[in-house]
């Protein structure tokens, strides 16, 4: 199968996790998107959910295709949280936030009992880092905060170009909540779990695209089949 054969392969089998009546957080992304379009489709067939995105993008398209929506001030606890990711390692440790989602994702995934991820097999690796770790910073005082992650990355064998995102108009680059995001060109992260840990006691830092004990199985779309990966 193909990249997008494999993140469909994923999807479709993420549906035999959802069950009628179920409040589901949407994430964000491509796999994500392939996702909301087959639920749409259950959803046109009878299936009752609702449905919690991650970003105003999900929720568009939540939207066009009929999926009722909530959000979490209305539905603050959630069954399932299914959601792509950048890269996964074999502990379920996830890099997120390409999309510029992270936040929203981090948030909705939290509040679920449980968050499956999907993926094609391109982006399961051996060691997290290979993409560009995004974190999510305040505006005020953003050269000065991205010095600081500069300066607490070194500290973990972590170093690289750390670059604000712009967009497609080389504009700064705005997460839905108003925020910039730092890409982190590292290359490898060692210690994710320390690295998640101090990264997020940086006043201006709001969070990290490093998904450290959030997800609770990942769907693997492979060329000849899905895979799952549990917890150790």
């Not at 210690?191 to 840990?197: E, I, Q, T, W």
């Amino acid at each position: 199968m193909t990249g997008d054969n494999q993140k469909q392969a994923a999807a479709r089998r993420a549906l035999d996790f959802v069950e009628d009546g179920m409040k589901l957080g949407i994430g964000t992304g491509s796999t994500a998107e392939e996702f909301v379009k087959l639920l749409a489709e259950r959803v046109a067939g009878g299936l009752k959910v609702i449905g919690v995105p991650t970003s105003e993008r999900t929720a568009a398209l939540a939207k066009k295709l009929g999926v009722p929506l909530s959000n979490l001030d209305d539905t603050p606890h959630l069954d399932l949280t299914i959601d792509g990711a950048d890269e996964l390692d074999s502990q379920l440790r996830l890099i997120k936030g390409g999309g510029g989602a992270l936040l929203r994702e981090k948030i909705v995934a939290t509040s679920s009992d449980r968050m499956i991820v999907i993926v094609d097999a391109s982006k399961v690796v051996k060691t997290l880092g290979a993409f560009p770790l995004p974190i999510e910073v305040i505006p005020f005082g953003a050269v000065s905060t991205a010095a600081a992650i500069a300066k607490i990355a070194s500290i973990y064998d972590c170093h690289g170009k750390i670059a604000r995102r712009c967009d497609s108009y080389g504009e700064p680059f705005f997460t839905d909540s108003n925020n910039f995001i730092f890409d982190c060109d590292f290359g490898k992260i060692p210690d994710p779990d320390s690295l998640a840990r101090e990264l997020n006691l940086i006043p201006g830092v709001v969070e990290t695209g490093l998904f450290i004990g959030i997800a609770t199985h990942a769907l693997v779309g492979t060329p000849t089949g899905v895979d799952m990966i549990e917890p150790k």
